[in-house]
């Protein structure tokens, strides 16, 4: 039989809850998942009826609670059988809410096969092997025929029997199973509801469902757990309900019937090189208070950023450890209350002096919200390892509500929908912030700048947030902060959390001792390859145009930042390469209109003068556009001429106003549009402008050669410029499907391609058109 092999970045083996979570995360990160599912037909056993306010936030910070729908939620909890009020956390979800395990895997499944995840039922894992650059996961499909996934990663979401955690041989540390609980789903009988009730013998709980079926448990005090391959039989738990109540059930219709044991195992690892585990297959424990899923879920979201930034080349270094150091201490804390609980539980008179004290400490509301912050998962904090002592520092950012800009109303758990890093800004005018702002976006894509009022008291004492796409804060200023340590610490957190802060080519000024005489002081400046050199780059106040002008300024260039209408937004990217050590200035044109190039000119002149005491340039980049989004029936004269307008004729005599003042071997950069080589009919009068722009760049090319002056093209496909379109994660995965790379563009992406034109080193291309535009359908 021929093998089937497949590639992707991750695999992710288990359908369950967790590695569907996880599929789903990493699509919105850019990976490409395959999910392995032994199973043929979903589960119909609910194990898992549980979710906890921390899970509910996490659906909620990825859209996902309408879907799960109106579920019964209730206050009512317990800490080893002893009644708990989870109805007074501090979270819009307080309670515990009674979902289906079949519910949450059915929601989870779309959504992360409408992301683009591949589930493929059917297919048994055999083995798992890892070299330094793959995994590769050997399965067996529905037909007995041999599949082989290659990939970048594999997870083992399989459960507490894991194969990926077996053969990957990494230990599964802890006790065995010492009490059991015999449980069982029983129709037509018809016994009194008991919850957590303790009789000489045993400890009995059942309840009757809506359906009529009433779930049995039932412990026998100093029973051993019994040594079991497969699940008990209903006259064993008949005859351990009748010994320990004196009900008879027997003749009773069973449904499901199971025992679950005390056993308490933890892997060693959750990461062993390229294989990775998460949910039950990282940890086993008695299911009690419903905490073994919310677990594994909340290991699912942790892990799938940081494994998607990994594979998609983008996270910094370290970070992917981070989930091990992370969710391996959670995971031993939640393990050691379940081990306390199920001693109160399930032990007998013995433990009766015990049960007594711990009732009466439930009675203090403040121990009462410790462990019920512990079990609903609220109180994790991470060891973000950024300095500070702000309190919410490590904690999950507060579900509040916020008035971001334009006076839209929002939620925190709303801006993380698209699964990106968050820079919240609550004081926007507060010392130091418009640096920390500027050094954030210039990523971009990786991350979103929110500036916002809050409008709820959670959120009191905080003035800025770097938060993590799984909702965590890892960077956390407050009003009494200095603004020198707040940027520090807000570009070292930016660094270690999101990555792509990059310093290295802007000027450096080294000062260092002499090492022959310390008291004299030597300075070493390193100089950017652009500097002493001048740059216009049009439509600079946002997206791709404002990352160009970073770009150039970065190299040393003096930028000039032209805009049409948005002067704030202009003036954001100015002081933001201020900020970040380059020199620029703003020049206001609206192009499209009569005398729009000398008024360009006019202001270029004068703020080249004023910060380089001359009017040389040396750097066009031809980058402010407008898109038609018309459809050819609807596009009118008037709209065509205005893109030809903007698009077109303003490139054209900005060049030709533009060599009067370019020095030889200058640079012109046209940024043009992958739309000239794959068809869009919503933009056929925009992408004929673009192709006019191209075919300027040709001639010009031939014309400009003498004075060693180049011409090219950049063509972007599509990319991320910050626009309403790139929080949607549908709109997104949809565009992302497009490129080969398998996500949108950043703006940093085309700007590094443009920082290469302008550079010296590309002195042999002119008349070029090089596609920026990731392999847009390369097919
Ligand atoms: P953007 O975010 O919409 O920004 C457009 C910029 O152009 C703004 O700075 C705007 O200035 C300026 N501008 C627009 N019309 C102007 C006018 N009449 N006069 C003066 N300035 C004007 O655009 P983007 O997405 O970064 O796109 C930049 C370039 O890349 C465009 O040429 C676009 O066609 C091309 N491109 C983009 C994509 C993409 O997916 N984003 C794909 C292919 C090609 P104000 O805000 O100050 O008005």
Redesign the pocket.
């Given at each position: 039989m021929s093998t089937t092999t497949l590639t992707t970045d991750v695999v992710v083996v288990g359908a369950g809850p967790v590695g569907l979570l996880l599929a789903g995360e990493l699509r919105l990160a850019g990976a490409r998942v395959i999910v392995l599912e032994k199973l043929t037909e979903p589960s119909t056993e609910s194990r898992a009826t549980t979710l906890h306010a921390r899970t509910m936030e996490l659906l909620d910070q990825r859209g996902l609670l309408a879907r799960v729908g109106d579920v019964p939620q209730g206050p009512g909890g317990h800490f080893g059988g002893l009644p708990l009020d989870f109805g007074g956390l501090d979270s819009p979800y307080p309670g515990q809410w009674k979902v289906p395990q079949t519910h949450t895997r059915a929601v989870l499944l779309d959504w992360a096969t409408e992301l683009g995840a591949e589930v493929r039922t059917g297919h048994t894992v055999l083995a798992v092997e890892q070299d330094r650059e793959h995994v590769e996961v050997l399965a067996e499909g529905t037909d007995g025929s041999p599949v082989t996934v290659r990939a970048r990663y594999a997870v083992g979401c399989d459960g507490e029997d894991s194969t990926v955690r077996r053969v990957a041989g990494i230990a599964f540390e802890g006790t065995d199973a010492t009490r059991e609980l015999l449980r069982a789903d029983v129709a037509g009988i018809d016994i009194p509801d008991r919850r957590f009730e303790r009789f000489p013998g045993g400890l009995a709980i059942a309840g009757r469902r809506p359906d009529g079926v009433t779930r049995v448990m039932v412990h026998r005090f100093g029973a051993p757990a019994a040594p079991r391959t497969g699940d008990p039989a209903f006259a064993e738990v008949a005859e351990a309900w009748r010994e320990v109540t004196g009900e008879e059930i027997s003749h009773g219709t069973p449904l499901w019937v199971n025992a679950f044991g005390n056993a308490a195992r933890q892997a060693a690892r959750y990461r062993d090189g390229r294989i990775l585990l998460a949910g039950d297959a990282a940890h086993r424990q008695m299911p009690v208070g419903g905490q073994a899923l919310n677990l594994g879920l909340a290991d699912a979201a942790n892990l799938g950023w940081k494994l998607g930034a990994e594979v998609c080349g983008r996270a910094p270094e370290g970070l992917l450890d981070t989930y091990h150091e992370e969710r391996h201490a959670v995971g031993r804390r939640v393990l050691g209350n379940i081990v306390a609980q199920s001693s109160i539980l399930l032990g007998g008179q013995e433990t009766d002096a015990l049960r007594a004290v711990f009732g009466e400490l439930l009675r203090d509301e403040r121990i009462v919200q410790h462990l019920t912050g512990m079990i609903s998962g609220l109180d994790v904090r991470h060891p973000v390892g950024a300095p500070g002592s702000h309190p919410l520092l490590g904690l999950r950012l507060p579900p509040a509500r916020l008035r971001a800009g334009l006076g839209r109303d929002t939620t925190t758990t709303e801006l993380l929908h698209p699964a990106r890093a968050v820079l919240l800004d609550l004081a926007p005018d507060a010392p130091g912030h418009a640096e920390v702002r500027a050094a954030a976006g210039r990523l971009a894509g990786r991350l979103r700048v929110v500036i916002a009022e809050p409008l709820d008291d959670v959120l009191t004492g905080l003035t800025a947030a770097l938060v993590r796409p799984d909702g965590y804060i890892v960077c956390a200023a407050g009003p009494d902060e200095s603004a020198a340590g707040s940027v520090r610490d807000a570009v070292a957190a930016l660094r270690r959390w999101v990555g792509g802060v990059d310093t290295s080519v802007t000027a450096v000024t080294a000062v260092t001792k002499d090492p022959a005489d310390p008291a004299v002081t030597r300075r070493k400046t390193t100089m950017g390859r652009l500097t002493n050199k001048t740059a216009l780059v049009?439509?600079?106040?946002?997206?791709?145009?404002?990352a160009i002008a970073e770009r150039l300024a970065a190299d040393g260039a003096l930028v000039a930042v032209?805009?049409?209408?948005?002067?704030g937004?202009?003036e954001e990217t100015v002081d933001a390469i201020r900020a970040a050590g380059g020199r620029a200035f703003p020049v206001r044109?609206?192009?499209?209109g009569h005398g729009?190039v000398e008024v360009l000119f006019d202001g270029l002149e004068e703020g080249l003068k004023e910060h380089s005491g001359g009017t040389e340039l040396d750097i066009v980049v031809n980058?402010?556009?407008?898109?038609g989004n018309t459809s050819p029936e609807e596009t009118t004269p008037e709209l065509f001429d205005r893109l030809v307008a903007?698009?077109a004729k303003?490139p054209f005599f900005i060049v030709q106003r533009a060599v009067r003042n370019m020095r030889d071997g200058g640079r012109v950069i046209n940024?043009?549009?992958?739309?000239t080589r794959f068809a869009n009919p919503e933009e056929i009068a925009?992408a004929m402008t673009?192709g006019a722009v191209e075919t300027l760049a040709l001639h010009y090319a031939r014309h400009l050669a003498g004075r060693g002056i180049t011409v090219n093209n950049v063509?972007?496909?599509?990319?991320?410029?910050?626009?309403e379109i790139f929080s949607n994660p549908q709109a997104v995965q949809f565009m992302s499907q497009l490129s080969a790379f398998g996500r949108v563009?950043t703006?940093a992406d085309?700007a590094d391609v443009v920082g290469f034109l302008a550079s010296d080193e590309s002195r042999w291309i002119t008349g070029a058109f090089i596609d920026a535009t990731g392999g847009t359908l390369l097919g």
């Open positions: 049009t439509g600079a106040s946002r997206g791709i145009g404002r032209h805009y049409g209408r948005n002067k937004a202009a044109a609206l192009l499209g729009d980058n402010a556009g407008i898109m903007v698009n303003a940024i043009s549009s992958g739309l925009y673009k063509a972007p496909g599509v990319t991320d410029n910050g626009s563009g703006p085309v």
